[in-house]
């Protein structure tokens, strides 16, 4: 589903944004860091312990109630023909433990230096894991396709 | 609703994050050009005739199903103590004609030269007006509150 150009265009962003909905059908959108393992992407809950329960943030309620995401990665310039999407629709689930968040954690700290110096891997935090279900990208110059394999404006 | 900081953040921004919800309850998010008049926000849409009907974008079906939108204007840099984002929970209608649609295309045009070569204005697409309801804020260095006047780790 993501296409060697998807795989390069996420891996050298630095920052993705991610909806949710949450219990009332609302959407909710935040900026969020991600690393990717294979085919599945994570995000991790950073929240600081003593700002309160990491693992009641709304992001998290958001996709217990509801286990539908989307992972928007773009890149913005002010020549508009250099703009960039692509739109991951996802199922997510938390991981609370085991190998997998293990390895989303490595990712993370590999991919983000800042992670490594705040020990993200030893904070016993939960990670959002989203598996991919769907792919649509899009640049101005036309050069990507969608799923589909039609180029579209942006929706 | 909004303070003088939040004005001035997002004045200075470039780029927001749209989030919908669809009529299935998935989220949907979009990179948008947004543009402030008064406590307003406009989100041009901004779809080349050619490319199909405008009017039946994802979003615009979307918002006309379910009115609440989610615009994130955020800033990201490497020095995590510089980052920064506003979320503006916010109340969608979409704009077809009258002089408010004119004075969205008068900010988006002053705001971006790039409206201005394409001549936004003459090209009879509608606009997302986009009323705030509720705005949260949060930078790392903790020096903004969100709307219940608390600093607070993203959500």
């Known amino acids: 589903m993501l296409t060697p150009d998807d795989v390069d265009f996420l891996d050298r962003q630095r920052v993705g944004h991610l909806a949710t909905v949450n219990a009332e059908g609302q959407p909710h959108v935040v900026p969020v860091c991600y690393a990717r393992v294979g085919a599945w992407l994570y995000v991790p809950v950073d929240a600081k312990p003593k700002r309160g329960n990491p693992r009641s943030l709304k992001r998290l309620r958001n996709l217990r109630e509801r286990p539908d995401a989307m992972l928007l990665v773009d890149h ?24 997998e968040r293990v390895a989303a954690f490595d990712a993370l700290e590999r991919r983000y230096p800042q992670y490594q110096d705040m020990g993200l891997a030893g904070l016993e935090l939960p990670v959002i894991a989203l598996e991919p279900t769907s792919v649509r990208r899009w640049t101005a110059a036309g050069t990507a396709g969608d799923v589909q394999g039609a180029t579209r404006r942006p929706e």
């Open 76 to 99: 913005y310039a002010e020549d508009w023909q250099r703009l960039r999407w692509l739109q991951v629709r996802a199922r997510a689930s938390i991981l609370e433990s085991g190998a």
